[in-house]
């Protein structure tokens, strides 16, 4: 049996790899206990960070990215998996240290696979995907640290992006008033694609990263979901209401974070860390169950664009360069 992959080969160290849609005996399949038929996939910040070859991320090449996947389960020699459950993975080392999601099957050690909740098939599970699962982590931490609806704003940045877009849809279904920024806030139908999202207001990125250099500037959020890092999030701690909850969770800005201890000290804000990596797997079920019900089909359909394996290269190239709105979704067989 053959099956179809994106492959990622790297002949020269010093270049990115190269991309292409190729037939693999299913032999070639790596270690696990779970064979997966994949009908989706979906294409992350970091599959496109793969994709363009950043350090640090894939060391062994050949390699077949897709850091998310939802199919089928073929086959397991695992008694918690049966053949034709419905599953996804997300995380864990998939597309990275092993073959991941962008090909029409996977095999995949049986502790990385959750079954899908009821009624969330592939393609929704793979437009929500790990943005969407980081973006519910992101909310979980910001109602732990005890922000509600009654104690102001809060922000989310990155607002056009994966994480981003979901956070804005889930907070406001939470009967939150978000405030979404974005580095295209000048574009009245961006303006208008977030408030149909569910965002009051929408800010140009650097009503945020102007507060960077200042240890403490006007309170005005009690929570803030942030996918930038570097002066984004450190504009947002200096702008943080006393006792809010900052979640970190990426650093399409920078991973440097040039901030002091006076939001920490003065204002007691909290700084939460999100990682949809490791986070235990007997709990996602739960996290996924709650984010299917937090976004309606329409919404969730209304901000997604679906891609074949052939696609994926340029897709994820402007993801880098430009960014795209909401989530692209992958058919490996389209
Ligand atoms: N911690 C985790 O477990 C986890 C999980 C998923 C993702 N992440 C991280 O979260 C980040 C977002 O991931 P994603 O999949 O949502 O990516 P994405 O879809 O590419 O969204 C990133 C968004 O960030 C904004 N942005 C880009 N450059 C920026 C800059 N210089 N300053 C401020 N904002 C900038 C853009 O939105 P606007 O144009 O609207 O500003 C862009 O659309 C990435 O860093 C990713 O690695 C972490």
Redesign the pocket.
Known sequence: MTFTALVLRRDDPDAPPSARVEQLDDARLPEGEVVVDVARSSV???D?LILAGRPGLVRDFPHVPGIDLAGTVVTSDDAAHTAGDEVLVT?CWLGERHWGGMATRARVPAAWVVRRPAGLDAQRAMALG??GF?AQLAVDALVRGGVTPDAGPVLV????????TLAVVLLAAAGFTVEA????AGDADTVGWLTGLGAAAVLP?EDV?GAASRPLASARWAGVVD??G?A?LAGALAQTRPGGVVAA?????DAALPTTVMPFIVRGVTLVG????LFPVDRRADVWARLHAAVPDATLAGLTTTVGLADVPARAAT?LAT??RGRTVVDPAG
């Open positions: 992350n910040y970091k496109a995380g790990t943005a980081t940045t990155g607002a056009t992006g994966g994480v981003g920024s974005t580095g295209a990125r990263s996918v930038a570097g984004t969770c990426g650093l399409a800005d999100i990682d949809s990596v993801l960014g795209v």
